[in-house]
């Protein structure tokens, strides 16, 4: 199983950018947290809050059985919350409060650390021994609020268009590799009566995934850009960015090409993974976090992936991450909690880890095993791969008001300029 | 001028006083719960509060002043606007029809009133699902009942089409708290005596001079509350349309309270504070008007 489920997908879409895109706009506070090399372990047992139980937390219940199987002396007691808005909230009043968890899942990951950072709550591991392992996009991400170490990103998304291959086969559709193929491709499709793309609508934040993907390749939104630096910060106003007006204005060419489903804007995530699983949709742009719900639809489906044909030549792959473990400042054992993060990053283990959450990897030179739909895109993970929001300068309030007016665009009742216009507004109250 | 045969005697004094502790636990209990959450909210909403931490500082009224640049805030209270003004009218005409048409016991008006008070103890996972079995533009129920001769119009895309997103949500919502509105009529209903009809029916009045003379007038208490909890219910929706729609398609169906746990999401609890107090104004303001004027028709009553 994969990372998040559906449910905490649209508040990690918005609100991964709240801390990422501030920071960008320097508007972080400097943390006084200290970075930590070795803490001393103060006691044999800690505490570990994620939001991820059933499946989804099979790979840390794996972890924890090895750790103290090879660390007998040691307990790690792990706690799930649910993974929604009262999530954050928990995890600081605990921190405060003196009850603080010696290690936690961070959602959104560095996207999400800036609030937890400015208030002094987190641990700076920096100094750790995996640090200089991070696969380069990884490591760029994870020092992206304010060049501290938060967290340890412990597995990568990673997202493209998921594609029927039997479909493809019997309309004699090659993979698009750039965005006028994948407009032909979308035009064979129609006009054989298969809708070429699906999407849930309804849920909005499939729609944004897309479009912030695309807005990641454009060229003026590459990492470190000014552009983005600005537009976070209000210094420029999104309605007079080329880069957003062109990815609105492709999207907008995608739904009056009839790309999607004629209702799509009624039609909820889990559905369109069905409809998409059970041929009523050619291909499907999502993260490989959808599998399990692609697989549940139908087990026999022969599903393939490729990355977003647009600006990029060859096309790259979006890459996110769902999450990193941090270590509170207050915790009580964050000895023993770095030696556990240590242990998780051994290579064998983390092999383990990752084949059970069929996960890509963050650390250089380890993989695990892989859903076979994975596969095409599995090289340009490490390679050829655009973080989601590493440059494009949204903010948690603008990427809620774009993901809206997307799906007023989807719905036929929204524009261009109107998407960009309640962008602007939403940043003015920043 | 106060008087000696004004002061209060030693005994009143005593009587007062054990009133007072009797209404103590409930006052500690309203204070804490409802009026320090209230004050402690107008706190924040001068501050950049982001939710995380004790650290902030005043900002003044910058977060007020934000609110009227917002589009997305002012399109919620728009949008929670209508939602009230269409709902209570109809959820309050429909729970009277329901009241009187069911106001006689008998064992089918009984099954009857059971059902329609049922959906109240549905929550809001459910209503999110039943909504999805019922409105799926592809494999909902109406989807598939459009396929009749004549209903090809039920196969609408309810949900995802903003010209009729609220109007499902409200039905919904009908649904829902129809049932509620009924029983208080139906309270109201049972405390006026049957001798004022005998009466008017031996006057020569048929039944709709009766409603008009007796029971419109007496039912006035049964009214209030009803137009006063449906006002509030509608000016603070929220999980009704959270489930069905998320506040779409677009911003169709955002509602003043949905944006409230929004810009809470992003870390703007200072400002999200500010935008909860406009609401309990607003609230507090329509009530209390509310309430004046509609007590006012229960004394001319």
């Known amino acids: 199983m994969k990372h998040r489920h559906s449910l905490s997908k649209p508040l990690s879409l918005v609100a991964a950018s709240v801390g990422f895109a501030l920071a960008l706009a320097g508007c972080a506070g400097q943390s006084s947290a200290p970075a930590s090399g070795a803490a001393e372990i103060t006691g044999n047992t800690i505490t570990f809050v994620t939001d991820q139980g059933g499946p989804a937390g099979d790979k840390y219940k794996e972890l924890i059985k090895a750790f103290e199987s090879n660390y007998p002396k040691y307990k790690v007691k792990m706690e799930v919350l649910p993974g929604d808005s009262t999530y954050n909230s928990v995890i600081t009043s605990r921190i405060s409060s003196g009850k603080s968890p010696d290690l936690f899942e961070l959602i959104n990951g560095p996207q999400a650390a800036k609030p937890f950072a400015d208030a002094n709550l987190l641990t700076d591991l920096g100094k750790q021994p995996w640090v200089p392992r991070l696969i380069p996009v990884v490591a760029d991400a994870t020092k992206s609020y304010d060049g501290h170490t938060w967290g340890l990103i412990s597995q990568v998304d990673a997202g493209g268009f998921f594609y029927n291959k039997e479909l493809f086969k019997k309309y004699n559709v090659a993979i698009p590799k750039t965005w006028g193929e994948l407009l032909a491709a979308v035009k064979t499709f129609r006009d054989a009566g298969v809708t070429p793309l699906g999407v849930g609508g309804k849920d909005g934040w499939p729609v944004a995934y897309m479009v912030t993907s ?217 | 001028m106060t008087t000696l045969s004004t002061l209060p005697s030693p005994r009143r004094r005593k009587r007062n006083l054990v009133n007072l502790l009797f209404i103590l636990p409930a006052a500690i209990v309203f204070g804490v719960v409802v009026l320090l959450p209230i004050v402690e909210n107008l706190f924040y909403s001068f501050t950049n509060w982001t939710g995380f931490g004790n650290s902030f500082s005043f900002i003044g009224i910058q977060n007020f002043g934000r609110l009227l640049q917002d589009t997305q805030t002012l399109t919620a209270f728009r949008n929670t606007v209508v939602f009230t003004l269409i709902n209570s009218p109809l959820q309050i005409a429909l729970g009277l029809l329901l009241a009187l048409t069911l106001r006689k016991p008998g064992r089918f008006s009984s099954a009857l009133r059971t059902v329609i008070v049922l959906p109240i103890a549905v929550s809001g996972v459910v209503l999110g699902f039943l909504g999805a079995v019922i409105f799926d533009p592809n494999s909902g129920i109406l989807k598939a009942v459009s396929t009749l001769p004549g209903l090809g119009l039920l196969g609408a895309n309810w949900l995802g089409d903003p010209r009729l997103a609220m109007s499902s949500v409200i039905a919904m919502n009908l649904w829902q708290w129809t049932g509620f509105t009924m029983l208080i009529f139906l309270a109201g209903l049972s405390t006026i005596p049957p001798e004022l009809y005998e009466v008017a029916r031996l006057d020569g009045a048929g039944p709709w001079a009766q409603f008009r003379a007796i029971t419109w007038p007496l039912l006035a208490p049964a009214a209030t509350i009803n137009i006063v909890l449906t006002m509030i219910g509608g000016l603070k929706v929220f999980d009704i349309m959270y489930v069905l729609t998320q506040g779409g398609p677009g911003d169709a169906t955002q509602s003043i309270v949905m944006r409230v746990t929004a810009e809470g999401s992003f870390a703007r609890f200072g400002y999200a504070a500010a935008i909860d107090f406009v609401l309990t104004a607003v609230i507090l303001v329509v009530s209390i008007f509310a309430l004046v004027l509609l007590r006012r028709r229960e004394l001319d009553a």
């Open chain 1, 214 to 430: 695309m807005a990641a390749q454009q060229p003026t939104f590459k990492p470190g850009n000014s552009e983005g630096t600005k537009l976070a910060s209000g210094s420029q106003k999104y309605s007079a960015s080329e880069g957003w007006k062109k990815t609105i204005d492709d999207f907008s060419s995608l739904v009056q090409a009839e790309a999607f489903d004629p209702n799509a804007s009624g039609i909820t995530w889990p559905t369109s993974a069905t409809d998409f699983a059970n041929g009523k949709t050619a291909m499907f742009y999502q993260g490989d976090f959808a599998i399990p719900a692609i697989r549940q639809g139908n087990p026999s489906f022969t599903v393939g992936m490729f990355p977003l044909p647009y600006q990029g030549s060859p096309a790259p792959v979006t890459v996110g991450f769902g999450s990193e473990l941090a270590i509170p400042s207050k915790a009580p054992n964050p000895g023993l909690a770095e030696k556990f993060l240590n242990f998780l990053t051994t290579e064998s283990v983390y092999k383990n880890y990752l084949t059970t959450g069929a996960a890509f990897s963050s650390l250089k030179g380890v993989s695990g095993k892989l859903d076979p739909a994975l596969e095409q895109v599995a090289p340009a993970v490490t390679t050829n791969s655009v973080e989601l929001n590493s440059g494009s300068g949204l903010t948690g309030a603008t990427a809620a008001a774009m993901q809206s007016s997307l799906v007023a665009i989807l719905a036929g009742s929204g524009s261009t300029s109107a998407t960009l216009s309640s962008m602007d507004s939403a940043q003015a109250t920043q």
